[in-house]
């Protein structure tokens, strides 16, 4: 079964950018949308964006312009990069497999710290 | 956007008893496209219903969902001891995807 993995740093100082990148096993990047989610304790679960497999995207327009979604389908990975961070964006960042509705399977998350 | 709340905000019940969780969207949801999910202290959540009343793979049957337009529920008929956790929903109905502030299941 698909299975999801986040990785990067856990502390990025404000002002920077902040880069996740998600590796997906056990079945191929190469069909579904595949999507960022954070969750603070303020603000709850909060969608981010999604890729097609393709490239296309669709961002969260709160979010829209510090944010960009990759994808290298020869390493079946994707990766999330929010620029310009602050304190509030501090949160656990869930990367998840989507049909571009529902979010299943989900990675286990990974707290990022905004701080100098 | 459209924004879900969900009620009540904690639900204190006994193993065995019913659970009835509400999600209320502020305009309709097209399609019944409203999912569901369950999420416990430490762990990512976990998909438990979508198209409103539609069980994830695995679910057990105990779980159910209904509702439309503006109004969901999730019920739980008799509850597990591994059925207390946080519920959200979720509603994808629009481009913007949202999800409601959670209902914590906890023991009486």
């Known amino acids: 079964q698909v299975q999801l993995q986040e990785s990067g740093p856990g502390l990025v100082k404000p002002s920077e950018t902040l880069s996740l990148t998600c590796t997906v096993s056990g079945g191929s990047i190469s069909s579904y949308y595949w999507t960022w989610i954070r969750q603070s304790p303020g603000k709850g679960l909060e969608w981010i964006g999604y890729i097609y497999y393709s490239g296309s995207t669709n961002y969260n327009p709160s979010l829209k312009s510090r944010v960009t979604i990759s994808v290298d389908t020869s390493k079946n990975q994707f990766s999330l990069n929010l620029n310009s961070v602050t304190a509030a964006d501090t949160a656990v960042y869930y990367c998840a497999r989507s049909t571009g509705d529902w979010f299943d399977p989900w990675g286990q998350g990974t707290l990022v710290t905004v701080s100098s | 956007e459209i924004v879900l709340t969900q009620s009540p905000g904690t639900l204190s019940l006994s193993p065995g008893e019913r659970a009835t969780l509400s999600c209320r969207a502020s305009?309709?949801?097209?399609?019944?496209?409203l999912a569901w999910y369950q999420q416990k202290p430490g762990q990512a959540p976990r998909l438990l219903m979508y198209?409103?009343?539609n069980r994830a793979t695995g679910i057990p049957d105990r779980f159910s969902g209904s509702g439309s337009g503006t109004d969901f529920t999730l019920t739980i008929s008799r509850l597990e001891p591994e059925d207390f956790a946080v519920y959200y929903c979720?509603?994808?109905?629009?481009?913007?995807?949202?999800f409601g502030g959670g209902t914590k299941v906890e023991i009486k």
């Open positions: 305009q309709s949801v097209s399609s019944s496209y």
């Open positions: 979720q509603q994808y109905g629009s481009s913007l995807l949202t």
């Open positions: 198209g409103a009343s």
